[in-house]
């Protein structure tokens, strides 16, 4: 039977109800013979079976045969939570040839029989009156189609460092095109300015013009020097952005989805902060340009001061990566110079990874000197000695240097807010682009189609940028390689003939997703950017806008259902 | 005495956090009184006035809206 004619049949409710045993988990805490019972009596129920496992094949099978043989045109599953299981038993009913949305799902197991184990009759009670109140919903449910978009295969990837580089990289070799746009002249970003990388002590120089070469020569990747992106409108799927070379007219480019990978810059303190401006004071960055020069030759002592300007007042957090950089950068001065006295000055010591643990103690069988300081005590840096607290010997010290070297942290970029603002992506309190959930969801905005790697996201070693620019990279592809973007239909819809144009939903909603049309003098929905939260329905005051699948009657039913009782 | 006043309670749960909440208390196997039903809902300001004047309407004694 063809799915609009099995929709069709509104007058004639056909509902089969599903009760799961789930092995003990359910029928061990209530009786689920009487809740099948009971269901089959109930108004427009056609069928009522009861499974041992609803989920596993065999119940799904019957799920199906039931709808065909029983001419079924609502399906109730009562069993676990439609949080896990809806999508299984949806898209079962519509192998079966019923519209995915006449399906509704009971909790009678996390909400009840779990939660009421001693109370086999009132938990019998409850499953009964759950079920009275979905079949009752279920009534009133309607078929929805999935809303279908297009896609944009294109991805723009704003920054040129590593991060912003390995990802159009890698789509690129995914076959994708890519727009990548780069600020300064040249690709690279920061790493341009490093010496060596990491444990192995890769020359960045050689990293750098590997990773750029492999970038021009992909043919798919339009490379935009010397250009900002200035404004970005749209949604997943299809971007429509600005970009603004520094000379000459601005372009118009458009995608599916965009990779923010637009970096983070080293603080560098005043004059006269840390001793700053002294010839003999210098940036653990500057550090690494002098190493990068041949001519250098390590003086005879050095003192390295690690969170030179983090974890303060201004900069709360820990920058990560300035732990790693130090050690790496001692042991390269001492290997130049064993001479070399080298001090290092910390607060505590974060070497990630096992790599990198393994340089700290390599560290101290060399003879580097570590010694932990405290910032708010008398610490000053002169022109030749740092003067400091040390709190484990717990006494105040000097060590005379030929050359200090602050470790200061990396910091979000000047226009970081800018760009949040112009692509409505979040930053946390200290600028650095805030993803959509730290473990589950890390290199993803909230907005869908906007991704973020490297250290725009928070501070990032050369490895950790490239891995995940790679996996923005993989994000992008499990979206953009599908034939179209499909999303739920349950979305909020306005009636037109009722809308007065109050603009109140638009207001409210989180999404953006609602705009005003001047010419009919009424709002619309955009379906793709909403995200069927309904707050729009239950302030619009002319009752205009109802959400999809939880439609006032629809509610309304389910709370008359349950006092039938 | 007669028998102990039990209310009946309805709640509407928002599915991302308070309705993941309900599904969380019954993994954890907590146990709490049987005279709750919970209505899921997509997101807590969807709940309508009028869907709390109803339930009270219908004979609830309580209604819970969390999200």
């Not at chain 1, 341009?192 to 492999?214: D, F, Q, Y």
């Not at chain 1, 070399?340 to 990198?356: P, S």
Request: overall charge negative; glycine content about 8%.
């Amino acid at each position: 039977m063809s799915e609009e004619s099995r929709d069709s049949k509104q007058q004639d409710l056909r509902i089969g109800v599903f009760i799961c045993d789930c092995g003990s988990n359910i029928a061990g805490h209530l009786d689920c013979s009487a809740v099948t019972e009971y269901a089959a009596s109930l108004p427009g129920v056609a069928f009522a079976k009861e499974n041992l496992y609803t989920c596993s094949e065999s119940g799904v099978v019957e799920i199906k045969k039931a709808i065909q043989e029983h001419d079924l045109n609502r399906v109730i599953v009562a069993s676990c939570s439609p949080r896990t299981h809806q999508p299984l038993f949806a898209s079962s009913c519509a192998e079966a040839g019923l519209n995915p949305y006449l399906f509704e799902m009971v909790n009678i197991r996390d909400q009840c029989s779990w939660v009421h184990m001693q109370e086999t009759d009132k938990a019998t009670e409850k499953a009964k009156e759950l079920i009275r109140m979905a079949v009752a919903k279920c009534a009133l449910l309607e078929p929805q189609q999935d809303i279908e978009s297009s896609l944009d295969r294109r991805a723009v990837v704003i920054g040129g460092g590593v991060a912003g580089m390995s990802a159009a990289e890698a789509m690129a070799g995914m076959g994708m095109e890519v727009v990548l746009v780069e600020k300064e002249p040249r690709l690279g970003g920061l790493l341009r300015n490093l010496n060596r990388i990491g444990p192995e002590g890769t020359p960045a120089a050689e990293r750098v013009k590997e990773l750029v070469r492999s970038v021009q020569e992909k043919e798919n990747i339009t490379l935009h020097l010397e250009s900002e992106v200035t404004s970005v409108g749209g949604y997943i799927g299809n971007y429509q952005l600005t970009i603004q070379p520094v000379s000459g007219q601005a372009v118009q480019e458009t995608a599916g989805c965009i990779v923010v990978a637009t970096g983070a810059v080293p603080w560098t303190p005043s004059s006269g902060e840390y001793g700053y401006g002294e010839a003999s004071v210098i940036t653990q960055m500057e550090l690494e340009q002098r190493l990068a020069d041949e001519s250098f030759t390590p003086p005879d002592r050095v003192v390295i001061l690690q969170c030179a300007g983090a974890r303060c007042e201004e900069r709360p957090y820990c920058s990560r990566i300035c732990c790693l950089t130090g050690v790496k950068n001692a042991l390269l001065l001492k290997e130049m110079s064993p001479e070399t006295e080298v001090h290092i000055l910390y607060r505590d010591m974060q070497m990630y990874g096992t790599g990198k643990e393994s340089m700290l103690w390599e560290a101290r069988g060399k003879g580097i000197a570590f010694h932990v300081y405290h910032p708010d005590q008398g610490l000053q840096v002169q022109s030749d000695r740092i003067a400091f607290h040390d709190s484990l010997r717990g006494e105040d010290r000097e060590i005379p240097f030929d050359l200090a070297v602050l470790s200061t942290p990396l910091v979000a970029r000047d226009n970081a807010r800018q760009i949040s603002q112009m692509m409505r992506v979040p930053t946390d309190q200290n600028d650095f682009f805030l993803e959509a959930h730290a473990k589950l969801r890390p290199l993803d905005f909230a907005a869908d189609g906007i991704f973020v790697c490297g250290s725009a996201r928070y501070p990032a070693t050369v490895e950790e940028a490239r891995s995940q620019g790679m996996g923005t990279a993989a994000r992008i592809g499990t979206i953009l390689f599908k034939e179209k973007l499909i999303s739920s239909a349950i979305v909020a819809e306005i009636d037109p003939e009722s809308c007065v144009g109050c603009l109140g939903c638009i207001q409210v909603c989180p999404y953006q997703a609602i705009t005003y049309d001047p010419q009919q003098g009424v709002c619309r929905v955009n379906e793709i950017l909403c995200k069927g939260c309904g707050n729009c329905a239950s302030s619009c005051p002319s009752h205009s806008i109802q959400l999809r699948g939880y439609k006032p009657d629809q509610l309304f039913s389910q709370i008359r259902a349950l006092a039938e009782a | 005495m007669s028998e102990e006043f039990s209310p009946n309670i309805i709640a509407f749960a928002c599915n991302w956090c308070a309705y993941a909440a309900a599904d969380l208390a019954g993994v954890s196997r907590f146990q709490y009184p049987p005279n709750l039903r919970i209505i899921r809902v997509m997101c807590s300001g969807q709940v309508n006035p009028n869907f709390i004047l109803k339930s009270l309407e219908e004979g609830a004694d309580g209604v819970l809206v969390a999200g």
